[in-house]
């Protein structure tokens, strides 16, 4: 019977487990060992260097299914990709082989059906892997290039996302087969039947992981991208508005600073020229040479460069 309890920091960890066993398995992935006592479930994590919140966000989901899609910005983006990174390994260097080995023991290699189902089996590891290791050489680089404030010109989190489909159908395929056509043998039918019930419990965990990806992980990276790159405008519009004030000698010469201060007191072309003893021709060129070397084409925006760059008061300057 489904659990539909949303368990909490405060819950004891040994309950959560006591009432979901499955979740043991997400324990080692996320990097948390036994023997954490009747500590909380935050006590627990924090002992074991585990964002709270994450943790809970994703067992909740893969126990119960709730999740607020609205509070993605929360999760730790470290903390799911480790997450992932460990479910990699766990399926790939331990259940994989844990499953073909049982699934060996379980057969008669003499009987043609049972060579078939191996390969068949075979061909569904070579697919899996597939999948997971182009998660390990773009995914997992690009969201760690995330971490350090990069963002990629020539990938995202869409492009896998389009790409991320299900990666269980062989596995299906091969529990129907072994249930229709594989011939009966008491000798080995319950290690058959043992073999069975764990490709079943794989094909639930291959859903859980494939949906946590879907759901929890790829939203928390579509923010992350999202507040990145708001920064990088945010700070291209600084940088253009407000440049350093070692940038100032170097990007202007002291005639394009004098038509910079005329135009902020709201001098015309032929009034900054009349002015400064030079032609309109010359103000308009510098006026040219002025935007594009601080790429600021609105007179506030000369108006702010002026006020903090302290070529002119802003008692001086009517706003």
Request: charged share 25%; net charge negative; hydrophobic share 35%.
């Amino acid at each position: 019977m489904k659990n539909h309890k949303v368990y909490e920091a405060d819950d004891k960890m040994i309950s959560l487990i006591r009432d979901n066993y499955n979740v043991l398995q997400s324990l080692g992935c996320f990097g948390i060992n036994l023997g954490f006592g009747d500590k909380t479930v935050n006590e627990t994590c924090c002992d074991n260097g585990v964002d709270t919140y994450t943790f809970l966000a994703v067992v909740n989901y893969t126990i119960n299914g709730y999740y607020n899609a609205d509070d993605a910005d929360r999760l730790s983006v470290p903390t799911l990709l480790h997450y992932l990174q460990a479910c990699h390994v766990y399926y790939l260097d331990y259940q994989l082989p844990s499953i073909r080995r049982e699934l060996q023991e379980s057969i008669n290699e003499e009987d043609g059906v049972g060579q078939l189902i191996m390969k068949f089996y075979d061909e569904y590891s070579r697919e899996i892997r597939k999948h997971m290791k182009y998660e390990e050489r773009m995914l997992f680089p690009y969201v760690n290039s995330l971490l350090a404030n990069e963002v990629p010109g020539d990938y995202d989190i869409e492009t896998f996302s389009k790409k991320h489909g299900q990666t269980d159908q062989k596995l299906k395929e091969l529990k129907n087969i072994i249930l229709k056509y594989l011939p009966g043998d008491p000798q080995r039918n319950n290690k058959l039947t043992a073999t069975l019930y764990g490709i079943y419990n794989n094909e639930e965990w291959l859903n859980l992981h494939a949906s946590v990806e879907d759901n929890i992980f790829v939203p928390a990276i579509r923010k992350l991208e999202q507040r990145l790159r708001k920064d990088s405008v945010t700070k291209n519009i600084s940088t253009m508005v407000f440049p350093r004030q070692g940038d100032v000698g170097e990007q202007l010469s002291d005639r394009e600073k004098d038509v910079v201060v005329a135009l902020v007191q709201g001098m015309s072309n032929k009034q900054i020229a009349d002015h400064l003893f030079i032609s309109i021709n010359t103000v308009i060129t510098h006026r040219r040479n002025i935007a594009r070397k601080l790429q600021i084409h609105s007179s506030a925006g000369l108006t702010i460069y002026a006020i903090v760059n302290g070529l002119v008061d802003i008692s001086s300057v009517k706003l």
